[in-house]
C-alpha cells in the first residue's frame, strides 16, 4: 500500500538523495502538497500518467493514490531508482521506472491513451520539453493535459494576454492549441532546498483543433520574428518575411506601426496565413 511507505525525509536519507544543483533538484517533501498538486490534473482513473524527474517519489505517490491506470516515471539521476522502486513494489504492475533523459525517450512506445502529464520539472529542461510537448509534428498531441512546475515568472510568460510585459512566443505557442491556466502558487520554502524563486503550477488542457487556423511552422516563424525585437514596429520588425509587409499586416487589421507584445492571438494567425504554406 502507498500509504504505508515511509516519509520521504527517511527515504532520502536512507537512499543518500542529497540534492543536486545541476540536476534542478529541489524536492517536494509534503506529501499533502503533492496531493493537491496531482489534484489539479483532474481525474486520472483511467488515464496513463508521463511524470518525468520523480526524484524520491513523492509526487509519483499522489498520482498512483490518485488512481492512475499506470504512472511511467523517467528520472535521470541513478540514484533515485531504488527509491521509485520501493513505490512500484507497493503498487504491482503500476509504476514503471526509466532511468534516462527526459529529452530522448520515447514516451508513447510506454504509453496508451489517454495520457496526462504532470510533473515537478527540473528547470533547466522544464521550458525545453514543453515547447516540444506543444509543438508535435500533428495535432492533437499524445497527451490530453499538461500539469507541470514551473518558476512563477514562466508560468505567467504562458498565459500572458496581450499588453503585458510577460506575452510573448510561449503565451502565443500554449494558447493556440490549449486552454492554460496557473493552477497553483508556490513559495520557495515549499521545496528542499528552496531555490531562489516563487513557482507556479500550470495547467494546459489540449484543444481538439487549433483555436485559428494556421500552419503551425508558419506561425512560429511570424511570432518568433515579431517578438525577436519586441520594441520595434511590426513594419521594421518583420520587413525580412516579406517585402509587403505593410500590406499584409494592413491587411489582416494590424496596424504597421503597432508592437508585437500588443497583437492578440488571432491576428498573429490572420498574417501567417497571408503567407499560406510559406515563409
Ligand atoms: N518530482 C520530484 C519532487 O517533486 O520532489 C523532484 C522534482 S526536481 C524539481 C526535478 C527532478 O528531475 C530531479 O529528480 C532530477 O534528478 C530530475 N531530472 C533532471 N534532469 C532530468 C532529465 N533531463 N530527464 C529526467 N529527469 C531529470
Given at each position: ?102 529529452l530522448e525517450i520515447d514516451a508513447m512506445a510506454h ?169
Amino acid at each position: 500500500m502507498i500509504d504505508d511507505l515511509p516519509p520521504l525525509r527517511q527515504v532520502i536519507a536512507a537512499h543518500g538523495l542529497s540534492a543536486r544543483k545541476a540536476l534542478g533538484q529541489n524536492f517536494l517533501l509534503d506529501l499533502n502538497l503533492t496531493a493537491k498538486i496531482a489534484r489539479q490534473a483532474g481525474d486520472l482513473r483511467g488515464c496513463d500518467v508521463l511524470e518525468i524527474g520523480p526524484g524520491p517519489g513523492g509526487l509519483t505517490r499522489a498520482l498512483l493514490a490518485g488512481g492512475a491506470r499506470k504512472v511511467l516515471a523517467v528520472e535521470k539521476d541513478a540514484r533515485c531508482i531504488p527509491a521509485l522502486e520501493e513505490i512500484a513494489a507497493a503498487c504491482p504492475g503500476r509504476l514503471e521506472i526509466v532511468q534516462g533523459d527526459a529529452l530522448e525517450i520515447d514516451a508513447m512506445a510506454h504509453l496508451s491513451a489517454p495520457v496526462r502529464i504532470v510533473a515537478n520539472l527540473p528547470y533547466n529542461v522544464g521550458t525545453e520539453l514543453l515547447v516540444r510537448w506543444l509543438d508535435p509534428p500533428a495535432w492533437p498531441p499524445f497527451w490530453t493535459s499538461l500539469t507541470l512546475m514551473f518558476q512563477r515568472e514562466v508560468a505567467e510568460r504562458i498565459v500572458a494576454k496581450p499588453g503585458s510585459k510577460a506575452y510573448g512566443r510561449l503565451s502565443i505557442l500554449a494558447q493556440w492549441r490549449c486552454e492554460a491556466r496557473i493552477a497553483m502558487s508556490l513559495p520557495p520554502g515549499a521545496f528542499t532546498p528552496p531555490p531562489k524563486v516563487a513557482s507556479a503550477v500550470v495547467h494546459l488542457a489540449a484543444l481538439p483543433a487549433p483555436r485559428y487556423p494556421a500552419d503551425a511552422a508558419i506561425l512560429n516563424r511570424v511570432v518568433a520574428t515579431a517578438f525577436n525585437q519586441r520594441r520595434k514596429m511590426l513594419r521594421a520588425a518583420l520587413k525580412g518575411l516579406a517585402p509587403d509587409i505593410e500590406e499584409r499586416l494592413a491587411s489582416v487589421g494590424i496596424a504597421p506601426t503597432e508592437r508585437a507584445e500588443r497583437v492578440p492571438l488571432d491576428r498573429f494567425c490572420a498574417l501567417a496565413r497571408t503567407f499560406g504554406g510559406s515563409v
